[in-house]
């Protein structure tokens, strides 16, 4: 005689708080994702503007390690978002939105570079994992990181 196997249980139907969550982090995600690029320019620029005295798209290239029409096709992106101006082969210069972006953005990297530090990283890995920790931490852990640094210094 054959025995029939037993169909598995349905798995369980998450509460919709618990979908509705997980789908808000996703989002954060994903938005932080589209700002990494235009965080990534603006603190570049604003770093190449204070070494060099200007920021040119052969400069940015050869720093992130993309191809000049990349560069081009981004800075246009940043252009019509209102953070930087610049005109074909000629210096970029941030808008005053793009250097408050910058200082934002220093700000962030600057304290979470101190945070992995005082956990015992290494200088080198800390700027390393900055970089892309930055991008999505939460104003509330940022201010953690700081608290944190402050109580271990």
Not at 70 to 76: E, F, G, Q
């Amino acid at each position: 005689m054959q025995t029939q196997k037993k169909p598995s249980p349905a798995p369980a139907t998450p509460d919709l708080r618990e979908t509705e969550a997980q789908a808000g982090g996703f989002q954060a995600v994903r938005d932080a994702h589209q700002s990494e690029m235009a965080e990534d320019y603006v603190e570049l620029i604003a770093e190449l503007i204070e070494s060099n005295g200007e920021a040119r798209p052969v400069d940015i290239s050869a720093r992130l390690g993309v191809t000049q029409p990349t560069v081009s096709k981004n800075l246009a992106r940043l252009k019509a978002a209102g953070l930087v101006s610049h005109e074909r082969y000629r210096s970029v210069f941030l808008t005053e939105a793009g250097r408050a972006l910058a200082e934002h953005c220093r700000r962030r990297h600057r304290t979470v570079v101190a945070f992995l530090q005082a956990l015992g990283l290494d200088p080198d890995t800390a700027e390393t994992d900055a970089e892309g920790i930055e991008h999505h931490v939460s104003d509330a852990t940022l201010d953690a990181f700081a608290r944190f640094i402050e109580q271990k210094g």
